[in-house]
Nanobody
Framework: HVQLVESGGGSVQAGGSLRLSCGIS?????????MGWFRQAPGKEREGVAV???????AYADSVKGRFTISKDSAKNTVYLQMNSLKVEDTAMYYC????????????????WGQGTQVTVS
């Protein structure tokens, strides 16, 4: 049973930085995987922010390119999202999720989700 747990959210001023972490358990070791970060602001649909595959290939939403960096530590079964130069519009609940391959950033394609961590930029 795959489980994901996010941490690292909080409140920060515009221009500041936060690093989110997502620990994953229950996944078969050695298998291909895609980990993604998503966010959902009040009244808006959930959107893909960044994804990374088991080879370390990453992709980003245009809105965060150059500001956010997704990375992974396979030994710790953890994926990170380093968020720099935060903007007010980055305020949202951030979720991590996983699927087998990184062929899409559509939230609907990801089957396993964490509970989310709140990021507030003011």
């Amino acid at each position: 049973h795959v489980q994901l747990v996010e941490s690292g959210g909080g409140s920060v001023q515009a221009g500041g930085s936060l690093r989110l972490s997502c620990g994953i358990s229950g996944r078969s070791s050695g298998s291909s995987f895609c980990m993604g970060w998503f966010r959902q602001a009040p009244g808006k649909e959930r959107e893909g922010v960044a994804v990374i595959d088991s080879d370390g290939n990453a992709a980003y939403a245009d809105s965060v390119k150059g500001r956010f960096t997704i990375s992974k530590d396979s030994a710790k079964n953890t994926v990170y999202l380093q968020m720099n130069s935060l903007k007010v519009e980055d305020t949202a609940m951030y979720y991590c999720a996983t699927r087998r391959y990184c062929t899409t950033m559509s939230p609907a394609a990801f089957g396993y989700w964490g509970q989310g961590t709140q990021v507030t930029v003011s």
